[in-house]
C-alpha cells in the first residue's frame, strides 16, 4: 500500500512540474513587436513619435543615458528583458498610462514586470536627466 501511494505522490509531482512553465509561447515572441522594428528604423519615425512620444534620435539617447543601468541578466530559466524593451515600456506608461496589464501584452511581457519596470525607468530617467526634469513632491 505504501508503494502505491508513493507512486501516485510522484505521478502528481511529474504532473505539476510538467504544467509549470517560466516563459509562455507569447512571451518568447516579444521581439516580434512591431514597436520594436519601428525604433530600429524599419518603419516611419512619425509612428513611433505618436506612440511614444519620443523621435527615434530622443529614443536612442535616453537608451544611451539610461540603457547600462536597465540592463539584466539573462537566467538559465529564461532571457532578460533588454534595455531597449525596457524603455520602451516606460516611455510607454508615460506617454498613455495604459494599464500594467495591458502594457504587459502589448509588449509580451508578464505583468508582474511591469511595474518594477515603469519604476526603474523612471528612477533612471529621473537621475539622469536632473538638469531637466523637476519633480514635484506633494
Known sequence: ???????????????ENARRCWITDLFLERESVWLFRAIDGEGPNNRLESFLRVNREEFYYLLNRIGPKNERQDTTMRPSI??????CIGLRFLASEDSYESLAFLFRVSSSSVSPIVRDVCTHIINELKEYVKVLFH
Not at 2 to 13: A, M, R
Not at 82 to 87: A, D, T
Open 1 to 15: 500500500m505504501f508503494i502505491l501511494i508513493e507512486e501516485e505522490d510522484e505521478e502528481l509531482q511529474q504532473e
Open 82 to 87: 533588454c534595455p531597449k524593451q525596457r524603455l
